[in-house]
């Protein structure tokens, strides 16, 4: 039960060095006690005003003691208490702009912060450590299909050997294990087994004791551990005598050296630290893939790193690449594991902040336009102030002040909604991680709370400066300017001389173009999660039961299974699963058993692949979805083959490169030719090179079978049902999806399997039992997130636009009272009035239905390339629909404005002008 | 040596500090002590500035207690009333003392 992080942060970087420990402490007992009573959410809140409060305090203390000349300018400078007074007070008397900016900018801050957090969590992980950036993983990719290698013994002690640029290189793997006192509790922990170098590369002490040691990894040597300090107090009630206790660890008994300080979970979220002892002398019998990390020499780069050990693995093989899709790399500890260059990585980083800052930028123009209609509502008090001496600066920073006020409780609204939706996303991620991952440890490391840090609340809260200036400073600076002086002598007559200018009119038609772009991309998702509800599996999904299995509950060995490492022949998770399968068709209540690689309507991996051409047809390149199947699959799911044979034992055998493909396949890929006996190959994007084209394995189709689903749609958009299945693999990755068809109710069958799984092998795991038509779950929780996202940013734009064009509607109508009242005295048509007041709106809606069109199309493009998204006719004529309605929407906000233009009194208008 | 007297918070933080004793008077303790006992809100950022203040004047010392599991295994600063503390809280006191003697505020406010 920890505060949040960033207030943490926060109090660290305004306390004297000797005041933090005092600080922190007072802030988490009483996070503590208010989670106690309160609740969390209450906690959060009120933890954070705290800290705010203290942080103030704390740096007014230092700030008053200083000396400092700059600071004594500063103090001389700063805005007087009752310029804050005045802009709480102006949120009182302007609600409507109040609403709309603290909406506006508390959802760009909340979308802003959570993805600025999570980007940075996953891209550029913040070890707490001292130079926790410097800390690297060392990995190998399998490129061909972008996985990560098991990294043996035998490659540890080759880099650790043969690497400069880096300092200490150590390795750990990860096990799952009881531990057990003698006279207390027992618990589950997870347990680094670590080499002392592995350790020492966090630099962090332990708090009692010592960490581990080279001399800890001699084998035969005696067996210690090191304590968490979660796992010290809750098994151990924060015994300071612990040192020198033995426990009991899975089989091993063990002598408890030290504990670790709170919040250390090195180097994920480990509980207990064990040495880790190699065979070096025999490195290929170690069974379980370890994970290599190393300390970054001084001045040396991730690049520099990555080139030497990339000259290690080929020194390794003798002068040779290690295999043509083999890559070595030196990553940044933490990251999430994706095969891309740093330069990438940093777009994809930056790209993600640009956002927020284009959001940002976005809605502060927006409340930059509300702001210069209220500014040039007050434009004659202003000008007096003016005339009685008030300087241009002082104006300036009184308007500024109100803007601030405004942008500040905008934030605070924006950063508690920003703390919540990160508890949200935390738990969906972690609920939708514990749904797609086989892993049973924590999918979020250590440092990564559920909270927003620091940097994000300081980055915020910069931006919020930023835009409360921009949207504060620039309206006062025009109406301060030097025309200031002929308006106070208008403004005694009544009239005025500010107007929007060009700035203001690109500023809507940016918002109604984000509008129109985001709108469809949010309807989009909506129509994928229902495409997702109504998967049309193909045959009776409900009565079967599906569950995945993997095997042996080691956590490594999990983790092998997930890198593609297979299990020895003959104890194979493929031979397990069969003789499982086997087992259960014994079973009279039992229809029918068999094993697939994926199951209808989950997630599919979609490759490119090319169908060699016959005779003139041109090279036919396409993505399509990929399965795996056993050779009584279709059988066992009632689904008949429409041409061509099923597959048979002889395929497995003779190991001929044989698929079927489905009748989406024929319809879309080969345009309804006959697919029997046709060849295809796997390809890169667009098809590669025609040598690499003809080394590519070709497999020939030997069958088309009914539709039956795979992937309707991923988050983003729906996908083509084209696929290709295979059959299952002797050295299938983990995990094996196990189907039965049950005469009964398949989930009451789930106790039965468990028994007949755990008598016939106690090291199978089985997770996720339930019936088929659930497989979906997943995809359609990640989908319905998304949706949520897009129909809130497309909800704000919409509120923004609609606000925006109000406002400059209401302002030209109340600027030209004067002008219209004369025209109607005149006799003037109304239509004609209202066209001449109304035309600039048209024409940024115009515009900006325009620029939309224009950002959809690209969206729409990388869609297509990213997800081979094509428009079909229904989305085409709902697009063209909804294009249709939104100028009417659009010019709806010119109605309250329009009517009020039109019962313009000649009379009044005239007597007004004076 | 002229004695000092204390502002208003200063002399409920005083008199918290000394109520609790040396060994359980800290930040936190004090806080909670001066609202059970007032009823009024306590601002620990108050509370831990008039500390700072107080004991810039030599008004109390401090030093760091035992690690508390309640603190996440920090340990709290604890606070002790130094002789000339005592003096200041002493002639507050008084003075608050004497101004009020022969005052009937029933009456007065009555």
């Known amino acids: 039960m920890r505060p949040p992080r960033w207030t943490t942060w926060l109090l660290r970087q305004v306390a004297e060095p000797d005041e933090v420990e005092d600080v922190l402490g007072d802030i988490e007992q009483l996070y503590r006690r208010r ?27 230092r700030y008053d003691a200083s000396d400092d000349e700059t600071l004594s300018a500063a103090r001389e400078a700063r805005p007087s208490v009752l310029d804050f007074k005045l802009g709480l007070r102006m949120l009182r008397r302007y609600p409507g702009l109040t609403v709309v900016a603290v909406v506006s900018i508390a959802f760009a801050i909340t979308l802003g912060a959570t993805n600025l957090e999570y980007n940075t969590a996953f891209l550029y992980p913040r070890l707490p450590f001292a130079e926790g950036d410097r800390i690297v993983e060392l990995r190998r990719w399998d490129l061909s299909d972008t996985r990560l290698l098991p990294t043996t013994t ?68 005696a067996d210690v551990l090191v304590l968490g300090h979660e796992t010290w107090q809750t098994l151990f009630d924060a015994d300071p005598g612990v040192i020198g206790t033995d426990v009991q660890v899975g089989a091993v008994r063990a002598t408890v050296v030290g504990v670790m300080p709170p919040d250390f979970g090195w180097p994920w979220a480990h509980d207990v630290w064990v040495p880790l002892r190699l065979s070096e002398a025999d490195p290929e019998a170690e069974p379980a893939a370890l994970q290599v990390v190393a300390r970054l020499g001084p001045g040396v780069s991730l690049r520099q790193a990555s080139d030497e050990l990339a000259a290690v693995e080929r020194a390794r093989h003798g002068g040779g690449e290690p295999g043509q899709s083999v890559r070595a790399d030196v990553a940044r500890y933490g990251r999430l594991p994706m095969p891309f260059s740093e330069a990438a990585l940093a777009g994809l980083y930056f790209g993600a902040l640009q956002i927020f800052v284009a959001l940002m930028l976005l809605v502060c123009a927006n409340v930059m336009l509300l702001l210069y209609a209220r500014t040039s509502a007050r434009e004659t008090e202003i000008a007096l102030r003016a005339a009685l001496g008030a300087s241009r ?14 942008a500040a409780v905008a934030a605070t609204v924006g950063l508690c909604c920003a703390q919540l939706a990160m508890e949200w996303t935390a738990e969906t991620l972690l609920e939708l991680m514990a749904e797609t991952a086989s892993l049973d440890e924590s999918p979020l490391p250590f440092w990564q709370g559920s909270g ?87 045959f009776a999904a409900e009565e079967y039961l599906t569950a995945e299995v993997s095997a042996d509950g080691d956590l490594t060995a999990i983790r092998d299974a997930m890198r593609g490492a297979s299990r020895p022949a003959g104890t194979s998770l493929d031979a397990s699963t069969r003789r499982l399968a086997d087992r259960l068709s014994e079973d009279p209540t039992v229809r029918a058993v068999t094993r697939l690689g994926h199951l209808p309507g989950a997630p599919h ?6 169908v060699h051409p016959v005779g003139r047809e041109p090279p036919n390149r396409r993505r399509v979805q990929v399965s795996s199947v056993d050779s009584n699959s279709f059988t066992a799911l009632g689904v008949s083959m429409v041409a061509g044979r099923d597959f048979d034992g002889s395929d497995r055998e003779t190991g001929d490169a044989v698929v079927i493909v489905n009748e989406e396949f024929v319809r879309i890929v080969l345009g309804g030719r006959s697919a029997i006996g046709r060849t295809l190959s796997y390809t890169r994007r667009g098809g590669g090179a025609a040598a690499e084209a003809d080394t590519a394995p070709r497999y020939r189709i030997i069958g088309v079978v009914r539709q039956i689903a ?103 109508v109340s600027r030209r009272t004067r002008d219209i009242g004369v025209r109607v005295a005149l006799g003037a048509d109304p239509r004609r009035i209202v066209r001449a007041v109304f035309r600039r709106a048209l024409n940024q ?27 079909t006719q229904d989305h085409l004529g709902l697009l063209l629909l909804y294009l249709a309605i939104v100028p009417l929407v659009c010019l709806g906000a010119c109605v309250a404005p329009m009517t009020r233009a039109l019962s313009v009194q000649p009379a009044e208008a005239l007597r007004a002008d004076g | ?67 508390l599991p309640e603190r996440g295994g920090r340990p709290p600063r604890l606070v002790t009333v130094t002789t000339q503390g005592l003096l200041a809280v002493r002639t507050t006191t008084g003075a608050i003392q004497a101004m009020m003697d022969d005052l009937d505020l029933v009456e007065d406010v009555g």
């Open chain 1, 845 to 871: 809606v115009g515009m900006g239905i325009g620029g939309g069109v224009v950002l959809l199309g690209v969206f729409m493009w990388m869609y297509h390339v990213n997800y081979g998204y094509r428009l």
């Open chain 1, 605 to 610: 991996p979609r490759r490119w692949i090319e």
């Open chain 1, 35 to 61: 989670c106690t009573r309160r609740g969390r959410t209450v906690a959060v809140v009120l933890t954070f005003l705290e800290a705010v409060d203290l942080s103030r305090a704390l740096f007014l203390a």
């Open chain 1, 452 to 538: 927003l840090s620091g940097a994000t609340v300081v980055w915020a809260g910069i931006l919020t400066t930023l835009g409360a200036a921009l949207a504060g400073i620039v309206p006062a600076l025009k109406v301060t300017g030097p025309g200031l002086h002929p308006r106070l002598q208008r403004a005694g007559s009544g009239r005025y001389g500010l107007e929007f200018g060009a700035l203001w009119t690109a500023v809507i038609v940016i918002q109604i173009a984000v509008t129109v772009a985001f709108v469809p991309l949010g309807i989009g998702a909506g129509m994928g999660t229902a495409l997702i509800d109504e998967t049309p599996f193909g």
């Open chain 1, 154 to 221: 035998r490659d540890f002690i080759d880099w650790r050997a043969g690497l400069r640029s880096v300092g200490e290189v150590g390795a750990f793997r990860t096990v799952r294990r009881n531990l057990i006192r003698a006279d207390g509790p027992a618990g589950s922990v997870v347990v680094a087994e670590m080499t002392a170098a592995a350790f020492e590369i966090a630099r962090v002490p332990p708090v009692l004791g010592r960490g581990l040691l080279e001399s800890d990894e001699v084998a035969g040597g």
């Open chain 1, 710 to 812: 795979m992937s309707t749609s991923t988050i983003h958009a729906p996908v083509e049902g084209a696929g290709i299945y295979h059959l299952l693999d002797a050295d299938a990755s983990a995990p094996i999806r196990m189907v039965l068809h049950t005469s009964t109710d398949p989930t009451s069958y789930a106790p039965r399997l468990h028994a007949t799984s755990r008598d016939l092998d106690p090291t199978l795991q089985l997770q996720r039992i339930r019936p088929m038509d659930q497989s979906t779950w997943a995809l359609r929780r990640a989908s319905e997130t998304w949706f949520t996202i897009l129909s809130a940013a497309g909800a704000v734009a919409a509120i923004l636009s609609l606000a925006g064009i109000f406002a400059v509607t209401s302002f030209t």
């Open chain 2, 1 to 67: 040596m002229s004695t000092r007297s204390l502002a208003d918070f200063e002399l409920l933080v005083m008199l918290a500090a000394i109520r609790l004793g040396g060994d359980a008077a800290y930040t936190v303790s004090i806080g909670d002590e001066i609202s059970t006992r007032t009823g009024r809100p306590v601002r620990r950022a108050n509370v831990f500035t008039a500390l700072q203040r107080l004991e810039r004047k030599g008004l109390i010392t401090t030093r760091l207690g035992e690690r």
């Open chain 1, 393 to 406: 600066a002082r104006i300036v920073t009184q308007l500024f002040v109100e803007s601030l006020v405004l």
